[in-house]
């Protein structure tokens, strides 16, 4: 079972996302909010697994609720405007649905979002004797993507986008994600931020040379001048 709130300024719109919640067996609905500040008082005392957020708001709107939130539950965002579908997989929306969506399209995310749940339930519960066990949660192709932190060898930006290279994939996997959110993610003494676009696995680096960092596979990264005073320090550590 998945506590939800439902958020939404329009009392039409809120009744009818009610109704549909009210109608998937794994769903709880906790509250019913018309407003973000309403809805953050529900959070400060209840338990809540995942929140369906209307994005334009009166007073404070959807997307700057999530990003005011230092560790927000799983969202979906509702709203009538297509524009707001890049900005709401920015701040790592489980899913996006247009106004107005059927039963059918609703259950459809309510399913993807129970697999979400599910993953990071497992991912949370799973014995981790050692560091390598770790990994990292991200949506790739409409999927929740569970990444080994070992099999990382770097991580790249590119637009909107970013491409994490592992070792037991031909093809690297492709997020909506910043690199700050995927940085933060990241255990500091495994991963290191080279430049604005580059994160590298430490164990992948076979050499730093001429402003660059060369790894074990050959591939050859930018260091940008903010971030050599933390590889430098990183050197001087092995050294």
């Not at 939404?8 to 609905?29: G, T, W």
């Not at 749940?117 to 799973?126: E, G, I, T």
Request: charged share 25%.
């Amino acid at each position: 079972m998945l506590n939800v709130i439902a958020i939404d300024d329009e009392p039409l719109a809120l009744h009818q996302l009610v109704s549909y919640i009210e109608r998937v067996p794994f769903l709880k609905l906790v509250a019913q909010c018309q407003s973000a500040i309403e809805a953050q008082h529900v959070l400060d005392r209840e338990e809540v697994d995942a929140m369906f957020c209307d994005i334009n708001m009166p007073d404070l709107n959807g997307l700057d609720f999530v990003r005011s939130m230092t560790h927000p539950p799983l969202v979906v965002f509702t709203t009538a405007y297509s524009e707001y579908a890049i900005e709401g997989f920015r701040v790592e929306a489980v899913d996006y649905l247009l106004k107005p969506f059927s039963q059918k399209e609703f259950a459809q995310t309510a399913e993807r979002l129970r697999q979400r749940v599910d993953l990071l339930r497992r991912a949370n519960s799973a014995p981790a004797p050692d560091a390598s066990s770790d990994v990292i949660c991200v949506r790739a192709d409409r999927a929740d993507v569970l990444v080994p932190l070992n099999t990382i060898r770097y991580i790249q930006g590119m637009g909107e986008y970013m491409r994490i290279f592992t070792n037991d994939r031909p093809r690297p996997i492709v997020t909506l994600l910043t690199m700050k959110s995927i940085e933060e993610r990241l255990p500091r003494d495994r991963f290191l931020r080279v430049h604005r676009s580059s994160i590298v696995a430490l164990a992948s680096i076979r050499e730093v040379a001429r402003g660059n960092v060369v790894l074990s596979d050959g591939v050859v990264l930018s260091v940008g001048d903010n971030y050599r005073p933390a590889l430098e320090a990183w050197l001087g550590q092995r050294g």
